[in-house]
């Protein structure tokens, strides 16, 4: 089983709606990340956890909220969708140090 | 607060042909670097990492990478490339904060 999963994969939603993705791991790791990946900018980080109790914005949290239910669950949630939301998202985990391990992606396009 | 450069959008090779990904950091202290890959339709894969030491680094997969402080860079290399390197390349930077800037992204694609 892979360590770091996400759902959904693929996600079609209209604009105005909320939405919710989701990630979780086994790693055992305290710190959690989110990205968006567009064409031509590489990865962008939205927010990162660095453990339960800890939420922190990252480069372009604007429109995006999460939730760190449990040391293994980091939920980012759209909660009114806009088309230039369309994206590719990553969660990515680490331990204490820099190296961080990634999800599959959730490719989620606004409509 | 750290940056990447990537400075080549796109890259073709031809199938056991060398190959070089240009990346130039900016980090006003030791940086700690890295290089990931993507294949189509999968997530980030970490090649190789350089923290400190010795400046030439061994990665998975054949690769290498040169960390030159005086250059600020951390180049890719790989002496004979396979149909299956053809992905994208991503070069980050990592800081004190544990946080990683993404460069844009190399996509290299292998010809026969």
């Known amino acids: 089983d892979a360590d770091v999963t996400q759902t959904p994969r693929n996600r079609i939603t209209k604009t105005g709606k909320r939405i919710m993705l989701e990630c979780s791991q086994t790693k055992g790791h305290d710190r959690m990340y989110w990205y968006r990946q567009d064409p031509g900018l590489g990865l962008r980080l939205i927010y990162y956890?660095?453990?339960?109790?800890?939420?922190n914005k990252g480069e372009i949290s604007d429109g995006y909220s999460v939730s760190r239910q449990a040391q293994a669950k980091f939920s980012l949630s759209l909660e009114s969708a806009i088309p230039n939301q369309t994206a590719l998202y990553f969660c990515?985990?680490?331990?204490?140090?820099?190296?961080?391990?990634f999800g599959p992606g959730t490719r989620l396009t606004v409509t | 607060a750290q940056s990447v450069t990537q400075p080549d959008i796109h890259i073709t090779v031809s199938e056991g042909a060398s190959l070089e990904l240009r990346c130039n950091y900016s980090?006003?202290?030791?940086?700690?670097l890295f290089w990931y890959v993507q294949s189509p339709g999968q997530g980030l894969q970490l090649l190789l990492k350089y923290f400190s030491g010795d400046t030439l680094v061994q990665g998975i997969k054949g690769f290498e990478a040169e960390f030159k402080r005086s250059q600020s860079s951390f180049n890719l290399r790989k002496p004979s490339v396979h149909w299956s390197d053809a992905a994208e390349y991503f070069c980050a930077v990592g800081a004190s904060d544990y946080k990683l800037s993404f460069g844009a992204g190399t996509t290299v694609t292998v010809r026969a």
């Open positions: 990515a985990t680490s331990d204490r140090g820099l190296e961080q391990y």
């Open positions: 956890s660095f453990d339960v109790k800890d939420i």
């Open positions: 980090y006003g202290a030791t940086p700690y």
